[in-house]
């Protein structure tokens, strides 16, 4: 059975932004979604994160990995860590390798993401990869999007005003990028 794992984003919850949405759109499609609840969601680690997807997810070339912001930094470093245990394929909103516009505790939260390095040449193996941008994300510069097609080259799609892609840009679904899922979950 195909199963997709959605990874929120820092501070984020299951319920939160459009995950309950996507899991809709999924679960239509016969997809298991699994939206995992992240542990210590105000102040993420690596280990921590990493820890928990190793033991939630059942990778196989019928999972998908779907990731929101840090979720997407989790999601790299799972794979990276699990020497690219095949997966069918991974999905990332908002993903950063930069950012900007944080302030005093969030640069030392973010810090350890931002310059532990991350074996790509794992992730890279994966056959179906989707990075999704916005123009004016308040957080993640664009420039994100030529540092992942040249890391990754996945497909990248970006989209005008849709910031963070959380409930703060009013964003409770991806309607918007209905014909990208489409094509991704065929």
Request: glycine fraction near 4%; charge should be positive.
């Amino acid at each position: 059975m195909k199963k997709a794992y959605v990874i929120h984003r820092w501070a984020g919850q299951p319920n939160s932004d459009w995950y309950p949405w996507l899991e809709s759109y999924l679960e239509q499609k016969g997809y298991e979604v699994k939206i995992l609840k992240m542990p210590h969601t105000k102040i993420p680690t690596i280990k921590s994160w990493v820890k928990f997807l190793q033991k939630e997810i059942e990778p196989s070339p019928e999972t998908f990995l779907i990731g929101h912001s840090i979720g997407c930094q989790t999601i790299l470093r799972y794979l990276s860590a699990s020497n690219a245990k095949k997966v069918g394929g991974i999905i990332l909103v908002a993903p950063w390798l930069t950012l900007k516009n944080l302030s005093g505790i969030e640069k030392v939260i973010a810090r350890p993401w931002l310059t532990r390095p991350i074996d790509f040449a794992p992730v890279a193996k994966v056959s179906k990869k989707l990075a999704i941008f916005s123009e004016n994300d308040r957080v993640v510069p664009i420039e994100n999007a030529e540092l992942f097609r040249k890391e990754l080259n996945p497909e990248i799609v970006i989209v005008k005003d849709k910031g963070h892609f959380d409930e703060s840009d009013n964003i409770r679904d991806l309607e918007f990028l209905k014909k990208n899922l489409e094509e991704f979950f065929d």
